[in-house]
């Protein structure tokens, strides 16, 4: 079975910055999509940031231009730069292996709060 482990999240004042990591097990990484939800208290989970095996990436519109996701597949790690981070930025984030959308695996999440 594939696992998937966040860590990087945290408690952090508007306008900072944060780096999550994913750490995936299992072989097929190198040409599995990954990628980045969030869920806020009441909310749906949304789709944040979303990398292909060959390095294509999308983002939310809400987070164009200061998130940045990234891969090292030597590593096994899928990451997420968090820049300029807002209060609306707070919630659980989780990382996902598979279709953007419907992924196939996912991690057990990370709390990241902005707030001053």
């Known amino acids: 079975q594939v696992q998937l482990v966040e860590s990087g999240g945290g408690l952090v004042q508007p306008g900072g910055s944060l780096r999550l990591s994913c750490a995936a097990s299992g072989s097929m990484f190198r040409i599995a999509a990954m990628g980045w939800h969030r869920q806020a208290p009441g909310k749906q989970r949304e789709l944040v940031a979303h990398i292909t095996s060959g390095g294509s990436t999308t983002y939310a519109d809400s987070v164009k231009g200061r998130f940045t996701i990234s891969r090292d597949n030597a590593k096994n790690t899928v990451y997420l730069q968090m820049n300029s981070l807002k209060p609306e930025d707070t919630a659980v984030y989780y990382c996902?292996?598979?279709?953007?959308?419907?992924?196939?695996?996912w991690g057990q999440g990370t709390q990241v709060t902005v707030s001053s």
């Open positions: 996902s292996q598979g279709r953007s959308l419907s992924p196939s695996y």
